[in-house]
């Protein structure tokens, strides 16, 4: 079975520092997706980005970065010089890449506040 | 393009009653699914679909039922609620082969049972 741990559940920070989100994962599968997603206070699910077990490079977006670290089992995820409008619960997520189904195993996901 | 549409956005209900939450989607995905949102346990998967006709449980199928006679349509259906359900229910669809595997959600059911 699947499972996806996010340790943290709350983290604060005021505006402009960096925060780190951890995610580490069990699958018994040699090929799977891992994900994250945002969830703002407006209730939606965004997409942040799509990791394959096959590239561990590390990825930067604008101020979002994510460390993918499959010998820990590790996927997380830092926001550099954050901004109030992270404020958010973030969701780690795993999936098989060759079921059917694109079915998502979530964390419980990791609430972020930053103050001004 | 309206993506991933449900309906109610809101409901309450109570102990006993039935109701259907509606899914609709206007992107031809093959893949649609049920998810509840519960504190501190994520996104669980309850129902999935990976074409007409063919559904499967996930993980906490329980008191739920679907149906998928369109491609395009996917309703969760509670026979008889229970206040365990009370819960955040987000469809999500997708296309099978997908080289990103996002899954595109709807914004969310509040379901609350008395």
């Known amino acids: 079975a699947q499972k996806v741990t996010q340790a943290q559940t709350e983290i604060s920070v005021v505006e402009k520092e960096d925060v780190t989100l951890d995610c580490v994962y069990e699958?018994?599968?040699?090929?799977?997706?891992l994900f994250w997603y945002k969830q703002p206070p407006s209730g939606e699910l965004v997409f942040l980005i799509r990791r394959n077990s096959f590239d561990e490079q590390n990825e930067i977006s604008g101020r979002y970065s994510w460390n993918f670290q499959k010998s820990t089992s590790s996927f997380n995820f830092t926001i550099t010089a954050s901004q109030v409008v992270d404020s958010a619960v973030y969701f780690c997520a795993l999936s098989e890449a060759l079921a059917a189904g694109n079915k998502l195993t979530f964390g419980g996901g990791t609430r972020v506040l930053v103050k001004p | 393009n309206a993506g991933v549409t449900q309906t109610p956005k809101f409901q309450v209900l109570k102990t006993g009653q039935s109701m259907t939450l509606q899914c609709a989607q206007d992107m031809n995905h093959e893949y649609m699914s049920w998810y509840r949102q519960d504190p501190g346990m994520g996104l669980r998967l309850i129902h999935y679909s990976v074409g007409a006709g063919i559904t499967d449980q996930g993980e906490v199928p329980n008191g739920y039922n679907v149906s998928r006679s369109t491609t395009e349509d996917f309703p969760l259906r509670l026979l008889s609620a229970a206040p365990s359900q009370t819960s955040v229910y987000f469809c999500?669809?997708?296309?099978?082969?997908?080289?990103?595997?996002?899954?595109?959600f709807g914004e969310g059911s509040r379901l609350t049972v008395l």
């Open positions: 699958t018994r599968d040699t090929t799977y997706y």
């Open positions: 999500a669809s997708s296309r099978p082969g997908d080289n990103t595997g996002e899954l595109f």
